[in-house]
């Protein structure tokens, strides 16, 4: 096993190669294909993933792999360092010309991850973390947002989802944006500009990985929202919901999520 730094500089360097190769491939002309659910998939995320592919598995040969355009394989399950990939997040604002796209990697070993980068082309902003050595936006130290009240807190999360009779306990009014990628939310939040992302649906491995460690690093708390910890290399390579916060804002996201009660 290769020590974390010298992974780190591994998958920091292909992420930045591979947003050179993607923005390369725009404007050649992008091909759009539609997935069985719909999201679309260009010709740009699958030469990346043809690319981080062979540049990272010759690297590390005994590694596994995971990613979004790459059909799955029981045979990751055989290693303890695995490769969690997705091409491009936010393929949506890639295709739009928009800049919330991003190229996130992270190495997970024997279920959590360990190495990460999150990298975002248009916006030059390079997130990464190796576990036990805190986070970092262009070799700047981050931090999560010191907020302590839902009340006006900034969060990357649809607001219709936080509205409406289904909430046992009301949200408060809080500031909402979107972001097509949910692994930049998650570096977003990570970093303080936003104090939360939810998304109370199942998510992907290689959406969430590198997020879920430079969040962490960064000091902030990533459940699911019943409050449940992740672990990533199962054989279904998916987290049941998110929940991506400032620390003092967990216990209060959760108790309208469903794992707190409510005081009487």
């Known amino acids: 096993m290769t020590d974390l730094a010298a992974d780190l500089t591994l998958i920091v360097e292909a992420a930045r190669e591979g947003a050179i190769l993607a923005e ?14 719909g999201s679309p998939v260009t010709s740009a995320d699958h030469a990346v993933d043809a690319f981080l592919k062979g540049r990272l598995r010759t690297a590390r040969p005994d590694y596994g792999w995971l990613s979004e355009e790459t ?7 055989k290693h303890r360092r695995i490769f969690v990939v997705d091409p491009i997040d ?3 604002a890639f295709i739009a010309n928009r800049p919330w796209w991003c190229i996130p990697i992270a190495v997970v070993e024997d279920g959590q991850p360990v190495a990460a980068v999150i990298h975002v082309p248009e916006l030059s902003e390079t997130f990464e973390a190796t576990v036990g050595a805190g986070a970092r936006m262009n070799g700047r130290t ?4 010191d907020t302590d ?13 936080l509205q409406g009779p289904q909430w046992v306990t009301p949200w408060p009014p809080m500031r909402f944006e979107k972001r097509n990628a949910l ?3 998650m570096a977003l939040v990570a970093g303080g500009a936003f104090d939360a992302t939810v998304a109370l649906t199942p998510k992907w491995d290689w959406d969430v990985a590198a997020g879920a460690l430079i969040a962490r690093e960064a000091g902030a708390i ?7 910890d992740w672990r990533f290399n199962r054989p ?10 400032a620390p003092a804002l967990h216990p209060l996201i959760l108790e309208r999520t469903g794992a707190i009660p409510r005081a009487s």
């Open 90 to 92: 936010g393929t949506q």
């Open 183 to 185: 692994a930049y939310r």
């Open 142 to 145: 981050i931090r999560a947002s």
């Open 222 to 228: 990533v459940t699911d929202h019943l409050g449940g």
């Open 236 to 245: 279904d390579p998916r987290q049941a919901s998110l929940i991506c916060s």
């Open 149 to 161: 009240a839902l009340e006006d807190a900034s969060l990357l999360a649809s607001a219709g989802m």
């Open 71 to 77: 059909p799955d394989s029981p045979e990751r399950l």
């Open 24 to 37: 390369a491939e725009r404007l050649k002309g992008l091909e759009i294909e539609r997935k069985p659910g």
